[in-house]
């Protein structure tokens, strides 16, 4: 019965996975949707002389562009990384510090179990509890120490802004994530060296949405816990999981091996709710010997500043909600990029594209940011001088009239806050690919 199912989900799963890639595929070809800034645009691209366009999906794009995967050698690399817009960024030639260059999965363990295997085949976890972690909670994800303290999680006193708003988008089933573990030996003992992680923003699959059955069976209610793929998770032909990492178990405790990038939707800020793109993420968390629950988890990345200059700041604002960290109150159209470089730091610690970290100012004062400033060269951890202006060059805004836009310029704003978040998972059933 269960292979008969799989054949009938994989069967439906190609069908309409080869729909979205053929949407992709248009995306990038030309017919692009009109725009006059990034922010008219859907998630995953950005506004390009009048069009949004679309450059990349996931960092292998822009260092092995597909265009070329016939003569190789006369091609260049666009750039080290794909940002939040599906634009490339960073140069694949520069000198990196602090461990910020992936390492290839080949270098770490080998032939990975189920890194090939269709979505929707491995073990499924639908994330059922999530929060922003406390302080001095995360993994080292750029490879630096400060005062013998190795875990990054910058932005944790977000948590206390928003937790409960992230709760509540969990329960009424407007932020989503899905988890497959494929590859597993079986019957699961505990312990496995190699097998894959995957990672998909996802869609209650009941139609009408049914949120009181994604984490359990109701009483009276004969489905529980099944979700779709949302399409701009998976890639392909063959359809698969944009978000893949090589993992491994020990003892029950998986972990990923490499960093990856995670797009999902997270009910931060006000509504309508974006996709935030997560750079560098790792995960670790336990799974119980029924496979059935995946407790202690925690996911930890960077968060660039670009991604949270495009999500309103509900917080400390005049009408707003009250909080004991509002120091200052912000204008109503501030963004969490004003909120972030104001109350904890105008300068993040990941630095994403290898040129020295990038920072925001505020030069007058009235909590919103106006002056942008470039990495000053590779390895520098400073941006300003004492005088508060740029060590290095200046980033231009993308509209001369609302200096802020600054920040919109994503193409030379790359770097980013460590952020981690803790999670649990229960079992889940992936039923296909559907918006």
């Keep these: 019965m269960r292979a008969a199912l799989n054949a009938r989900y994989i069967l439906g799963l190609v069908l309409t996975a080869l729909a979205s890639v053929s949407a992709s595929a248009m995306l990038m070809s030309g017919c692009q949707t009109r725009c006059t800034k990034t922010t008219d645009c859907g998630s995953g691209s950005y506004c390009l002389a009048g069009r949004c366009e679309t ?20 091609c260049q690399p666009l750039g080290f990384r794909c940002n939040s817009i599906g634009l490339c960024v960073g140069q694949l030639d520069v000198d990196r510090e602090g461990g910020t260059r992936d390492v290839p999965t080949s270098d770490l363990i080998g032939p990975v179990e189920g890194w090939d295997d269709p979505p929707g085949t491995g073990h499924a976890f639908i994330v059922n509890e999530i929060g922003i972690a406390g302080r001095n909670t995360g993994f080292n994800i750029d490879g630096l120490c400060q005062n013998d303290v190795c875990q990054d999680n910058m932005l944790w006193q977000l948590g206390e802004f928003g937790n409960e708003q992230i709760k509540q988008g969990i329960l ?3 932020s989503l994530l899905l988890l497959e573990v494929a590859g597993l030996d079986e019957p699961y003992k505990g312990n496995d060296g190699r097998l894959t992680l995957k990672i998909y923003s996802a869609r209650d699959a009941d139609d009408p949405y049914y949120p009181s059955n994604n984490f359990s069976r109701p009483e009276g209610s004969d489905t529980c816990c099944e979700f779709k793929i949302v399409p701009l998770s998976i890639s392909g032909p063959p359809p698969q999981a944009r978000a893949r990492a090589p993992a491994r178990v020990t003892r029950a405790q998986l972990e990923s091996l490499a960093p990856v990038p995670v ?3 997270l009910t931060f800020g006000d509504p309508p709710y974006p996709e935030i793109r997560v750079e560098r993420v790792f995960f670790r968390g336990r799974i119980n010997p029924s496979l059935t629950e995946f407790t202690e988890g925690l996911l930890g990345g960077a968060l660039p500043m670009t991604v949270l200059s495009h999500i309103n700041n509900p917080y400390c604002r005049n009408n707003g909600p009250a909080n004991a960290l509002c120091k200052k109150t912000f204008v109503d159209d501030s963004t969490l990029l004003d909120l972030v470089s104001t109350l904890l730091s105008d300068t993040p610690d990941v630095d994403l594209d290898g040129d020295g970290l990038e920072c925001v100012l505020d030069t007058d004062g009235d909590s919103r940011i106006d002056t942008c400033c470039d990495g000053a060269g590779s390895g520098s951890r400073t941006c300003k001088n004492a005088e508060g202006t740029c060590n290095g060059p200046t980033i231009p805004p993308t509209d001369p009239s609302r200096p802020w836009t600054c920040a919109f310029n994503a193409a030379r704003l790359t770097d980013g806050y460590s952020v981690a978040i803790s999670f649990s998972a229960v079992r889940a059933s992936i039923v296909g690919v559907g918006q």
Excluded: K
């Design 55 to 74: 450059q990349c999906f996931v960092d292998e794009d822009c260092r092995s562009p597909p265009e070329c995967s016939s003569n190789p050698s006369a």
């Design 172 to 174: 009424g089933g407007e």
């Design 263 to 265: 797009t999902f939707t």
